[in-house]
């Protein structure tokens, strides 16, 4: 009996003792198991970090092209519209001080194709070119007066265009271009320019009418080149 009984406590100590065993290697193989989850995620938190960092880096290497791209076109336009203000001529009916030049129109091309800044972009860089060349006998005056001619004609137009990019949008952008134009340099002529000039007060009012007339005819002239060439060049820009 006595040794029955002690049989029974020794196998009953034996089966937990492998209970609490098999608890531990079960509790170590789930610890295990997480381990090696927690590793997993971390492992695919760094993948998706190291992916989001490439296409960021990626986008911002897109836009700093597309940005270089702008500023070399923007350079190359205003150098063909510096080119282009060397051809002027006089108008019939107006008096030889008032030339025109076709040099907007790759202004408009540039702001049609990239946008008003773009467009004013041109202006700016044809106006510093003229400027630095020396060829403009009215000096800085002079220029600043073709860049605020330039840039009431561009930034009007380019801005109607770009919210309705038609051919009707274009016309239309075209139209108020030319007469906020007229609008601008009526004002600055008569209250800035022309004063410094030296015009007479008395005489003010009639050169401004002259200017202005002057300023319709420009505006269409430009307008229209523009209208005729701007889908054949415009690919280039965009591409």
Not at 120 to 144: C, I, M, P, Q, R
């Amino acid at each position: 009996m006595g040794e029955g009984r002690a049989r029974v406590l020794w196998l009953a100590s034996d089966a937990l003792r492998r209970s609490k065993a098999s608890e531990r290697l079960s509790f170590r193989g789930l610890t295990s198991r997480r381990a090696e989850g927690v590793r997993s995620m971390t492992i695919t938190e760094e993948h998706h970090a190291r992916a989001g960092t490439a296409a960021g880096g990626r986008r911002g290497g897109t836009r700093a092209a597309q940005r270089t791209r702008v500023l070399v076109r923007v350079g190359m336009l205003g150098a063909a519209a510096f080119a282009l203000m060397f051809t002027e001529f006089n108008i019939p009916g107006f008096p030889v001080f008032l030339q025109y030049d076709p040099g907007d129109v790759p202004a408009l091309i540039g702001g049609f194709a990239m946008g008003p800044l773009a467009g004013a972009g041109v202006s700016l860089v044809k106006g510093v070119l003229f400027l630095l060349s020396g060829k403009d006998e009215a000096g800085w005056l002079g220029t600043a007066a073709n860049l605020a001619t330039s840039l009431s004609l561009v930034l009007t137009a380019a801005l109607v265009y770009a919210r309705v990019r038609t051919r009707k949008g274009a016309v239309l952008g075209l139209a108020l271009g030319t007469l906020t134009m007229v609008s601008v340099m009526a004002v600055l002529n008569y209250y800035f320019f022309l004063p410094i000039w030296g015009v007479p007060a008395a005489a003010l009012g009639e050169t401004v009418r002259m200017t202005m007339l002057f300023n319709l005819v420009k505006g269409v002239l430009t307008s229209t080149l523009t209208f005729l060439v701007y889908k054949k060049v415009s690919p280039l820009l965009r591409a």
